[in-house]
């Protein structure tokens, strides 16, 4: 599909201004995963990365189905993201033959899901690889060169954040910042749910609720997803802490 020169623009700059502000590592794979989704109108996306030990993980979705995907391939060891990680090389599978030749295990759950093609871009920095970002796309075919390049964009775009933490924090290792980010999905997961269900909304909406309350008052995104899930009163954030 034609890519907009304009919404190109606007997404780099808006996760430029996350770099800027150095925000929470969440903060920027969520906008990564959510611009390339809306850039390339391809499917869902999700987005793998290094934990402490060097073990793969995921830091960010955007879609239960992706999600799904993602972590199936951590479990299986196989699969498009886990072979970008692995060869530091982009992966391509255009259409749901080639899925099924080359991931057997994965085809099935990507078909239940209406996956067809997939395209993995591995997050390079310094010679090294550090996670891999995956698109799950519901057509066939190849992205255009355009599409290519917007893929590429973002995930450089995300291995410079990634790295960029070592400046931000103080003497504190990359890894071991990541792994903090990574443990903060958790708790942040569960405060989607508690949300979703409070309030009738998709998981995707009550990220925005969290993202939105987390900017007005300053506070770290991790903070005030655990304020939803402990309970806590909280303002800014409909009826956390609420009793029933």
């Given at each position: 599909m034609p890519v907009r020169a304009g919404a190109v623009v606007?997404?780099?700059?808006?996760?430029?201004?996350?770099l800027a502000a150095h925000d929470e590592p969440l903060?920027?794979?969520?906008?990564?995963?959510?611009h390339c989704r809306d850039l390339l109108a391809a499917g869902e996306v999700g987005l793998l990365v290094q934990d402490a030990h060097g073990h793969l993980q995921l830091l960010a979705s955007t879609s239960d189905g992706a999600e799904a995907l993602e972590l199936f391939q951590l479990e299986a060891r196989q699969g498009p993201c886990?072979?970008?990680h692995r060869t530091g090389a982009v992966v391509q599978c255009p259409d749901a033959a080639q899925l099924r030749h080359r991931w057997p295990e994965l085809a099935p759950v990507a078909e239940r899901r209406g996956v067809v093609a997939v395209h993995a871009q591995p997050l390079v920095v310094a010679g090294r690889t550090i996670g891999a970002l995956g698109l799950f796309q519901g057509r066939e075919g190849?992205?255009?060169?355009?599409?290519?390049?917007?893929?590429?964009?973002m995930a450089s775009l995300g291995a410079v954040g990634i790295t960029q933490l070592e400046r931000v924090a103080a003497g504190q290792r990359v890894q071991e910042q990541l792994q903090r980010a990574l443990d903060s999905r958790v708790v942040?997961?569960?405060?989607?749910?508690?949300?979703?269900?409070?309030?009738?909304?998709?998981?995707?909406?009550?990220?925005?609720?969290?993202?939105?309350?987390?900017?007005s008052q300053r506070r770290r995104l991790?903070?005030?997803?655990?304020?939803?899930?402990?309970?806590?009163p909280e303002q800014g954030l409909p009826g956390v802490g609420a009793t029933g």
């Open positions: 606007a997404a780099v700059d808006d996760v430029a201004g996350l903060e920027l794979a969520d906008g990564l995963v959510r886990v072979d970008a190849p992205l255009d060169p355009g599409e290519l390049a917007v893929v590429r964009v942040l997961e569960q405060a989607k749910g508690v949300l979703a269900e409070r309030h009738r909304v998709s998981p995707e909406e009550a990220f925005a609720q969290l993202r939105a309350a987390a900017r991790h903070d005030v997803a655990r304020d939803v899930v402990e309970g806590a």
